[in-house]
């Protein structure tokens, strides 16, 4: 959970569904087959392999590392990451997965050369569209919090708890990033000389490895 600030400096804690995802970095072939998803049939749900799909997730913000996946998996759900984990340990040779929200990284950490991309802004239907859910205690407001999913983006993290008079108390310097996106990489900004990184603020994760 992180701590957030009311407008009247009261705070906030939130809560982080962060999808962090783990396997080794070990890329799966299959020279007999043309299908560009066929690596990847045993595992049935969301998959995209088509060509403008693969080149927008070869691609990020530092546009400096391209690196080409077999396919792109756009979940509705954590258990479709949590299965294609498994599928990925259960061979031989893993295959690369790699969580990509809005693109920000700079050195293709997005990116997942021959393996796949997972679309986490897919997710914003998950929990039926409730990615953000903000809980204001009237009785006391310091035990307030927010549970948002790693998928959000901060701007609209800000604007729903704005409507509850509560702000974050840290941010990065831009608001278009993801929750995960910035939790990874510590969340630094202008006011993490005072209230620390973001990732410093947070009270709770939940995590799929």
């Not at 009247?8 to 080794?24: G, P």
């Not at 997972?118 to 859910?133: A, C, D, E, P, S």
């Amino acid at each position: 959970m992180a701590m957030f600030s009311t407008l009247e400096n009261i705070y906030l804690i939130l809560v982080i569904n962060l999808v962090i995802i783990t396997t080794d970095t070990i890329v799966v072939t299959n020279a007999n087959s043309t299908h560009p998803c066929s690596p990847f049939y045993a595992y049935n749900y969301n998959l995209v392999c088509d060509n403008a799909t693969l080149t927008l997730a070869s691609t990020d913000f530092g546009n400096t590392v391209h690196e080409k996946p077999l396919a792109v998996l756009e979940p509705t759900s954590v258990t479709e990451i949590s299965k294609l984990i498994k599928l990925s340990n259960s061979l031989p040779t893993p295959f690369t997965i790699a969580a990509r929200g809005q693109a920000h990284s700079v050195y293709g950490q997005a990116q997942a050369r021959d393996g796949i991309v997972v679309n986490m802004t897919y997710l914003n239907g998950y929990r039926h569209g409730k990615g953000i859910v903000i809980v204001r205690n009237e009785k006391d407001p310091w035990k307030s919090y927010a549970d948002v999913g790693g998928e959000q983006v901060w701007n609209d993290v800000l604007n729903a708890a704005l409507e509850y008079g509560l702000t974050p108390l840290s941010f990065t310097d831009t608001l278009f990033t993801s929750v995960g996106g910035t939790l990874v990489n510590a969340g630094v900004g202008g006011q993490a000389f005072k209230f620390g990184p973001q990732i410093a603020n947070v009270h709770e994760l939940h995590v799929i490895t």
